[in-house]
């Protein structure tokens, strides 16, 4: 009889439920999230002796980003912001934090789709009916003129890529904005001399081959496309130096 209790609190201790610590139950959501960064975004190593450039951009710019490194994989140290750079609004509150410590030699950059949308009084993008452009184009004359000045303070040679077209259909945009605001942002860049990669020139009459439908983002082969433009034009202003 006195054998019975013990068996029993033997038996419980072997099919008791293991707990698992939260710190561990999360590490894998951590994990994952982690890997949500899009490439482009990741933190670069610059390899000793290699010149460092800077491409600032929104989504288009993180789409050739990478392509852009891999070509100029043992020239350049290609470096971009830890995030989308949006409008030009965002890009006078966080240029400073995006230009660091350490000196540029080229700085490749491009503000336009973020501030010809339309929004409403939230921020969200709706359709042009609904909402108001985000940076109005004389404001966004204004902003660019700012950030040429400050981006002129680095030493770097700075290279404009002008704003890729807008297609017919494209949610939040109307065709034919980005025209305008690339008219705008040229003025700016001829007054400070900053050259002009045009890269709504490039795209424009292959469109339907390298964009998608209805979206003012590329393909894969059409960021790579645009790649090997920025790409060309970066050697060109290292060459200079």
Known sequence: MTGRPILRTFVVLLVAPVVVPPATAGAPE?????????????????????????????????????????????????????????????????????LGEKPWQVIHFNFGLHDLKYVDENGRRVAPEKGRQQVPPDAYRKNLERIVRRLEKTGAVLIWASTTPVPGGAHGRIKGDAARYNALAAEVMAKHKVPVNDLYGFALPRLEKIQRSKNVHFTPDGSKALAEQVADHVLKALEKR
Do not use: F, Q
């Open 30 to 98: 951590k994990a994952k999230r982690s890997r949500r960064v899009h490439p482009a975004l990741r933190r670069v190593e610059d390899a000793p002796g290699l010149p460092r450039v800077l491409l600032i951009g929104d989504s288009i710019s993180m789409g050739y980003a990478v392509p852009v490194r891999k070509l100029l994989e043992g020239k350049a140290n290609v470096h971009h912001p830890p995030m989308n750079c949006g409008p030009t609004t965002r890009g006078l509150k966080h240029l400073d934090a995006w």
